[in-house]
């Protein structure tokens, strides 16, 4: 089955403490992207990358890193998180010159206090 | 920078009713697609209609059709014969030259039995 998974699905955390947040997809596309989603702004892109080792910032990429050392996994990380990215983060994956048919990870919930 | 907006957090029509979403646009690109997806609770993104900019026509599938109007930028969502499954978020997004969506803030379509 075709899908993109992320763990965990739930996290509570505190200030400063590091974070990583795993994405995994199972279908060999070269494009993989973290979204966050917050009431009235949508989804805006954090990072994105178009093939392994190719990663460059979506539109809040700030407090964020990502890194694509293999073509399945891209990986979020807070290195010092703060309560403003408290958010709902999504994974995504396509082959990169087909948007009509992208593929969601089910979400991440993280609340930092 | 392109941007999209969707100026109605919410709506809601009665079961077997119609009711048209709304997006507006900003670019300076040319030839783009236009795109409504539709988000259901279980998260995943499913592709609901596209446009292309250089065709006149406006695009429709089964029960979805769109208004495109390229001089004024706008682009809205006709769902006619609405059903209970089609509550959902829906979003209209923008895809550029280099293949990068833009995405709205989403509207939260409610279904009333």
């Known amino acids: 089955e075709a899908q993109v998974t992320q763990n965990p699905r739930y996290l509570i955390t505190v200030t400063g403490k590091k974070l990583t947040v795993t994405c995994s997809q199972n279908?060999?596309?070269?494009?993989m992207s973290w979204y966050r989603q917050d009431p009235g702004l949508g989804l805006r892109q954090i990072y994105y990358?178009?093939?392994?080792?190719?990663?460059d910032k979506g539109d809040v990429p700030e407090g964020y890193k990502v890194s694509r050392k293999e073509k399945r996994n891209f990986p979020l990380i807070l290195e010092s998180p703060s309560p403003n990215q408290t958010s709902l983060y999504f994974c995504?994956?396509?082959?990169?010159?087909?948007?009509?048919?992208?593929?969601f990870g089910p979400g991440t919930r993280l609340t930092v206090l | 920078a392109q941007t999209v907006t969707q100026s109605q957090p919410e709506m809601s029509v009665q079961e077997a009713e119609t009711v048209t979403l709304s997006c507006t646009y900003d670019?300076?690109?040319?030839?783009?697609?236009l795109f409504w997806y539709k988000q259901p609770p279980s998260r995943q993104m499913i592709l609901v209609i596209r446009q292309e900019a250089y065709k006149q026509q406006n695009a429709t599938e089964n029960r979805f059709s769109v208004n495109f109007q390229k001089a004024a930028k706008s682009f809205s969502l006709k769902i006619s014969d609405s059903q209970l499954g089609d509550a959902a978020m829906y979003f209209c997004?923008?895809?550029?030259?280099?293949?990068?969506?833009?995405w709205g803030a989403g509207t939260k379509l409610i279904i009333k039995p």
């Open positions: 995504a994956s396509r082959e990169f010159w087909n948007t009509d048919t992208q593929y």
């Open positions: 670019t300076s690109e040319s030839d783009y697609y």
């Open positions: 990358s178009m093939n392994v080792e190719v990663t």
């Open positions: 997004a923008y895809r550029s030259a280099y293949y990068q969506l833009i």
């Open positions: 279908m060999n596309h070269e494009y």
